[in-house]
């Protein structure tokens, strides 16, 4: 391929970028000599390398016709890809390193020979675990493999192979293996229970053994259990892994049995059970009708029939993907778990409680001059009794009615507080009673506050006191009511939470990523051709000029480029729908979605604001501030986020307007309202179906003829019947899962303002 050619092909699929001409003719020189499927084979993977780093991908140009006498082109692109892992994980030098080392190291990895590092499997690994056990499981470095419920620990490479497949696939199954701990329970849940089964080994002449003969009973359970839920899985790790430890055993003692019945399949397993155990315990642990406590009871057992005079230490192991139990730090994770849920619980009693009236919170909060010792919890600063029960138990009533009582009245929780608590109680075991008492005391402390400062629950704020007056349209009259809705302007009671730690912490590495994603988007940098002043020589100008004077022309004094760096100067509002449809897992989402927006927000410098919107009527119209577009992040503006909570009606039509009254007077290059909502506008009056869509509509084209872009995110199922009428085309996205809200939201913003 011609020289001239190659260049115009890499400079079309950097574009916009325009890399330096002398650098580009270097790394594509050597490609003259080559065949053209070598050529595009090239080419071809500049687009994923380029956009993650200019250096690696000339780099990878450079070292490509070299690196093909040894590698064939199918072998490219895992080659760039455990280049571009190193260089997520480990920085540029690491992934320069790797692609100018020994090709033979190459060839090991690629061909499939040789150990498989961590580095290289986590990528794979950690979405495959995550899937399985919904849950969000975190993979860490150690020697050896153990699990404290919340992480796994799995050595920093396996060799079990010289196959990467099959190390790939003994690496799943020791997290197969760690998961099926936790999910057969073998901890027996709780931080409790846990430290009754460190006690129960330390009971033992030889802990270790006890604990050995423990753990391999409950790996047959485990893998009883994993046959039944991962057959496919099952299948392959008895064709590439069991297989060949089989052929490692030389000598199977009685006690060995145990060890070696993890390995074979279901027939054998049931014939070396029935030389430990007698027929109702062998056909319960091959049937998965076995429990932990019938493994503890079958290790006592076992334990008393071992002479002392016997090396028991040589009587029973554990293979590598059964790693071993640290129950020490099972108990130490179900501490941390059991106190941030229990912080959760205390901030979503809280809430709930400012939700009731003035009158309401008061009663609860009253001394009881008759209450019984036996029967009262007080814990918080202020005078109160906590008192929790269940009705029944989460096994024999899994649907029975919460019932929480403060002072002696109960409360009626709403349904996301009743399920994360009835989650906490199977968890855990029994109801935090000091974390009830700790969100009962918020909520009385701030009703003394407002006893003295003379404040309501949501503070209105000046222009609030009397109400703003909106027309609405009315598309039966094709024509405005006139002030017809009243908007009350009002400030969410901050309220201290864990929320905002707890949500950074479970999206650590998403934070991390979209700061620096938006850190990126700061500024943007773009090259101005035609300039009479610039930075480098316009060679297409300059030509146009010399041809131009040739021909008797008056030639062009416009014969530079210029970098030129165009500083953001945007301003948007996110608007949040707070109608009582979004109770639950909708609240939580919009929150936390919210929370990840302001941190990257804070990192890119636009101004943004955020508010709630909800209301009762025309007449109650409600806009709640959480963030002014002037007002900085700080706590008080975490806390007014932290209690955004379900409330009444959906009435956009009023929040659209007040919104875009409050963009009108912004001076910003582009300026947007972003609405987060779960379904269509609606109220308790005749605000519903076509007359809500439609004034909706025009609240939006007001916004728009203002010079406002208005853009939706909603996961309502039925979205596209109303919403292409309601924005326009391109002017909203549908999200089929909620829980997928808080990664896409960034992506959406990211996506709109660039």
């Known amino acids: 391929m011609r020289p001239a050619t190659l260049a115009k092909r890499f ?129 860490a470095v150690s020697r050896q493999c153990f699990t404290d419920t919340k ?56 802990p270790h053994l006890a604990s050995s003969i423990y753990q391999n009973l409950e790996s047959i359970r485990v893998r009883v259990f994993l046959n039944q839920e991962l057959p496919g899985l099952m299948r392959a790790a008895e064709k590439h892994i069991f297989s060949k430890l089989r052929d490692r055993f030389h000598k199977i003692s009685p006690l060995s049995a145990l060890q070696f019945a993890i390995i074979v399949n279901k027939e054998d397993m049931a014939a070396l059970l029935s030389e430990i155990l007698n027929s109702n315990d ?58 941030q849920m229990g912080e959760e619980l205390s901030d979503l009693m809280a809430t709930h409680l400012l939700s009731l009236s003035k009158k309401e919170l008061a009663k609860l909060m009253q001394e009881d001059q008759d209450k019984k010792s036996g029967n009262i919890l007080a814990e918080s600063d202020i005078s109160m009794i906590v008192d929790s029960e269940f009705a029944g138990t989460a096994k024999e009533e899994p649907d029975a009615p919460l019932l929480v009582t403060i002072n002696n009245q109960e409360i009626d929780l709403p349904p996301e507080l009743e399920a994360f608590s009835k989650t906490f109680l199977k968890e855990f075991g029994h109801l935090p009673a000091k974390f009830i008492s700790s969100a009962a005391g918020k909520a009385g402390k701030l009703m003394l506050e407002q006893d003295i400062t003379g404040s309501t629950k949501t503070e209105q ?20 009511r006139k002030n017809w809705c009243t908007l009350h302007c009002k400030s969410l009671t901050p309220v201290y939470s864990s929320f905002i730690r707890n949500t950074l912490d479970k999206y650590h590495g998403l934070t991390i990523r979209l700061r620096h994603q938006f850190e990126m988007m700061r500024s943007q940098e773009h090259f101005v051709k035609r300039q009479r002043e610039g930075d480098d020589i316009d060679f297409d100008a300059l030509v146009e000029s010399i041809s131009d004077t040739k021909a008797g022309l008056p030639g062009s004094d416009r014969l530079f480029i ?11 509002l996110f608007l949040v729908d707070m109608s009582n449809s979004t109770t639950g897992w909708i609240n939580r989402a919009l929150k936390e979605s919210l929370v990840l927006m302001a941190e990257a927000m804070e990192v890119l410098g636009d101004r943004y604001g955020i508010y709630g919107f ?97 853009f939706c995110i909603t996961i309502d199922q039925e979205a596209k019947e109303y919403m292409k009428h309601m924005y326009g085309p391109a002017n909203y996205i549908f999200i089929d899962d909620v829980r997928k809200l808080p990664v896409r939201m960034p992506e959406i913003y990211r996506a709109l303002t660039c």
């Open 562 to 572: 210029r970098l030129q760096r165009d500083e953001r100067d945007i301003a948007v």
């Open 282 to 339: 062998r056909n319960a642990f091959i049937t998965g009708q076995a429990s932990p406590h019938d493994s503890m009871r079958i290790t006592e057992a076992l334990c008393q029939d071992i002479k002392q005079e016997q090396d028991t230490e040589l009587l029973v192991k554990t293979f590598s993907f059964q790693g071993v139990f640290k129950l020490s730090t099972v108990v130490t994770a179900g501490k941390i778990k059991e106190q």
């Open 614 to 710: 909800s209301g009762m009527r025309r007449s109650r119209c409600e806009f709640f501030h959480v963030k002014h577009l002037e007002e900085s992040y700080g706590d008080k503006v975490k806390e007014r986020l932290t209690s955004i909570t379900p409330s009444e009606y959906t009435r956009m039509g009023p929040a659209i307007r007040h919104a875009t009254n409050i963009l009108q007077d912004v001076d910003a290059k582009a300026r947007l309202i972003i609405t987060l909502t779960d379904g269509k506008p609606e109220d308790y009056d005749d605000y519903k179906g076509q007359y809500a869509i439609e004034d909706t509509r025009h609240a939006l084209l007001e916004a728009k003829t203002a010079d406002i872009h208005p």
């Open 11 to 139: 400079y079309d699929l950097v574009a916009p970028d325009i890399p330096n001409e002398w650098d580009v003719e270097e790394v594509l020189d050597p490609f003259a000599d080559e065949s053209e499927a070598i050529c595009e084979a090239a080419l071809g993977h500049v687009p994923v390398i380029w956009p993650v780093s200019h250096s690696l991908c000339y780099d990878f140009l450079r070292l490509l016709p070299k690196a093909l006498r040894t590698l064939s082109i199918e072998q490219v692109p895992r080659w760039i890809g455990i280049t571009l892992d190193l260089y997520e994980t480990k920085g540029l030098r690491a992934a320069q390193r790797f692609m100018q080392d020994d090709l033979k190291e190459y060839l090991a990895k690629l061909d499939g020979s040789g150990g498989l590092p961590l580095s290289i499997a986590g990528k794979q690994l950690l979405p495959y675990i995550r899937g399985i056990a919904r849950d969000d499981l975190r993979i």
């Open 151 to 206: 992480t796994i620990f799995v050595p920093d490479e396996i060799s079990f192979s010289e196959n990467i497949d099959e190390n790939f696939l003994f690496y799943k199954l020791i997290l197969t293996f760690q998961w099926g701990f936790i999910v057969c329970n073998s901890f027996l849940s709780s931080p409790n229970k846990t430290r009754d089964l460190v006690d129960f080994f330390q009971g033992f002449a030889s």
């Open 461 to 480: 704020t000046p222009e609030g006191n009397a109400g703003i007056f909106y027309d609405e349209w009315d598309y039966r009259r094709q024509g405005y």
